[in-house]
């Protein structure tokens, strides 16, 4: 699919219309095979790392994808200097991808260089996607749009949000959460675009903190298909695969949970569900690979895919076996067609020519065409 994106003139078109907030968004032309998105997912570079195995690693999880886009969700970096993040940055630049965007992570700012150096930095490539607004009023670093067009139509739309870090409550676990007025400003993006175009497209959103309905869908695995109205595990499971490797802590109102997630319900699911959105990706725990189709109600027409991504990088902890990367197809009108894992081991020579990787579906009903 690679080749396949081109920023689109769309705004241009749009810019006679009362467009309340156009610095939140990009606009991305697909062509009739769609986009193929990968997800990376704590990367976790830092001043220590072999940077030329990360690069040689990324560099082939990136080929083998055929991807036209990537998303990283967060912990790109910890603990690391102005070089690290360059040399990351280099690599997604000079790759054969069209476009990438990024999502911050509780990490990604904790290195040598002032708190704005790696949203400063990724603007400055041609390739990414990201958007800054430091005077907006909408809380966090990384909250913007990307919308996928066909033939000059709005067809999907990517929300990248800032999950943000620790708990306001000081230094402390649980993390904090999507705050209401970023909930808020999705939501007033997503009727921007029905006003303007007369329907409402599907959304994707990408960010780095999981929700508690990531646990509910866990906790429902022996009951697939069935609706649960136990306040513990409320709603209906549909599909699932994968497992929750991390170890499991106690969250206040959520109870025992393999889940790292906010300290609160934020109530960014039950508002995405209303709005249309079709899936949510994720990373933060390292051991975690579960991905569910999950919906608060009875209807399965209102589930949401909850993925957790891949950890793309051996940096930290991670399960041997593993590695690797979600893979995301859109066809050109905007429905997901496919979601898979890409599972790539590092190779001691940073040679990959002959490297073994796989695909394999997430949910049996999304199997990608050609895989």
């Not at 490539?125 to 005077?135: A, E, I, Q, V």
């Not at 513990?232 to 490797?245: E, K, V």
């Not at 079709?278 to 949401?304: Q, T, W």
Request: with cysteine.
């Amino acid at each position: 699919m690679k080749g396949k994106a081109a920023l689109s003139l769309l705004p241009f078109l749009l810019s006679g219309c009362a467009v309340e907030s156009p610095e939140y968004r990009s606009f991305v032309e697909i062509g009739e095979d769609g986009i193929r998105i990968i997800q990376l997912a704590d990367c976790h570079w830092g001043m220590y790392s072999d940077l030329s195995r990360e690069k040689a690693y990324l560099s082939a999880l990136i080929d083998f994808s055929d991807a036209d886009m990537v998303i990283l969700t967060g912990d790109q970096v910890l603990l690391a200097d102005k070089k690290t993040y360059r040399e990351l940055l280099d690599t997604l630049e000079e790759s054969d991808l069209s476009h990438f965007a990024l999502a911050w992570g509780n990490h990604d700012e904790q290195g040598l260089y002032p708190f704005s150096y790696p949203t400063d930095l990724a603007l400055s490539y041609p390739k990414c996607l990201n958007k800054d607004n430091p005077g907006d009023d909408v809380f966090g670093a990384s909250n913007f749009v990307i919308d996928l067009t066909y033939l000059g139509k709005r067809v999907h739309s990517l929300y990248v949000l800032d999950s943000n870090k620790l708990s306001p409550s000081g230094l402390s676990l649980p993390y904090d959460v999507i705050h209401q007025d970023q909930i808020d400003w999705y939501a007033e993006m997503v009727e921007e675009q029905q006003r303007e175009d007369g329907y409402r497209v599907p959304q994707s959103l990408f960010f780095h903190i999981g929700l508690w309905q990531y646990e509910y869908a866990y906790r429902l695995r022996g009951q697939l298909g069935e609706y649960s109205d136990d306040p513990s595990c409320p709603g209906t499971l549909f599909d699932y695969s994968g497992d929750m490797g991390e170890e499991s802590w106690e969250v206040p109102g959520l109870g025992e949970t393999r889940v790292y997630c906010g300290y609160e319900d934020s109530g960014l699911f039950d508002k995405a569900s209303e709005l249309g959105a079709k899936a949510m990706f994720v990373g933060h725990d390292h051991k975690n690979d579960f991905c569910a189709l999950y919906s608060a109600s009875r209807d399965p027409d209102e589930a949401i895919a909850l993925c957790y991504g891949l950890k793309s990088g051996e940096g930290c902890t991670y399960l041997e076996g593993h590695l690797g990367a979600n893979i995301i197809d859109i066809n050109s009108r905007g429905e997901i067609i496919g979601l898979n894992r890409l599972y790539l081991d590092y190779e001691d020579d940073n040679d990959y020519s002959g490297a073994s990787y796989r695909f394999e579906p997430i949910f049996q009903s999304l199997v990608s065409e050609g895989e």
